[in-house]
């Protein structure tokens, strides 16, 4: 018996389980009553909105749980597209899911409590660096919580990458010609760990800071993040927008995110409701 969906990635199809896409339809079906027919009061209307946002965030999770299970140990390259979309689903009644997934280990962890102390001492001097062109409530684009230490070179802003590099004691004019570096290399094709230690062998860069560097920095993510997104083609909007972080295993040598599978470690580290506009 086939779900009322459809999947769209790379050209492949993945069945999502029929009671598992039961559960979101009515979790959907329920939202929509609530909607249409709750009270006007302010009390039940805030009660009702925090009703409907944690069982569709339950259900967004279960179908994307569900579908990590179902493409374990795929290549990456041959699951999701190049946009990032990893697949769609289209519920009857004009209700549309998309999932994207992207490298989600280009920032810097701000927690410290598995670091060791040479590390620590590099990413907070970096996080120094970048608070020196924003405050510190304003670096959430370049910053995480959970997750490995290691920056990916393949997704980390220039700033960031710079920032890490001047954290290993590299000076600063060097640090951005290398970071300038990284970026155009990688706009022409994934890098390996040793492209990683060619760029870094660069003038001004000494052997200890080239080292220090090459420990934070790494061409072989494990982390990714999962954006949601879930349209209503009767509104012909956004109606729901979320993003969590999973970390995958990895497995093989080839070159970067090629060769990352989808085996998650575990649930997802994060998830954060987004801005629908």
Not at 22 to 37: D, E, F, K, P
Not at 124 to 139: C, E
Not at 239 to 252: P, W
Request: hydrophobic letters at 40%.
């Amino acid at each position: 018996m086939t779900p009322a969906c459809t999947h769209s990635a790379m050209g492949r199809g993945f069945a999502l389980p029929m009671v598992m896409l039961l559960s979101l339809v009515g979790i959907i079906v329920v939202a929509s009553m609530l909607t249409r027919y709750g009270s006007q009061s302010r009390f039940v209307a805030k009660h009702r909105m925090r009703y409907v946002e944690h069982h569709t965030q339950r259900g967004v999770q279960e179908m994307v749980g569900t579908w990590l299970d179902l493409v374990r140990g795929g290549p990456i390259r041959d699951i999701i597209r190049e946009d990032g979309l990893a697949f769609v689903v289209n519920f009857e009644g004009g209700r549309r899911l998309e999932v994207f997934v992207r490298d989600g280990q280009g920032t810097l962890l701000t927690d410290f409590s598995d670091m060791n102390t040479r590390n620590r001492r590099v990413i907070g001097a970096a996080l120094t660096v970048l608070q020196t062109d924003r405050p510190i409530d304003n670096l959430a684009d370049l910053t995480r919580r959970r997750g490995p230490m290691n920056v990916s070179v393949m997704s980390a802003p220039p700033e960031v990458l710079r920032a890490i590099l001047i954290g290993s004691d590299v000076d600063a004019s060097t640090a951005g010609r290398v970071a300038d570096d990284i970026v155009q290399e990688r706009a022409r094709g994934e890098l390996t760990q040793p492209d990683v230690l060619r760029l870094l062998g660069a003038t001004g860069v000494t052997p200890e800071s080239r080292r220090i560097a090459a420990s934070v920095l790494t061409a072989s993510p494990v982390l990714f993040e999962f954006e949601t997104r879930v349209y209503d083609r009767g509104r012909g909007s956004m109606t729901a927008h979320y993003s969590g972080l999973v970390e995958v295993e990895r497995r093989g040598s080839g070159r970067g995110n090629a060769q990352a599978s989808f085996k998650p470690t575990g649930p997802f580290l994060t998830w954060e409701v987004l801005d629908v506009n």
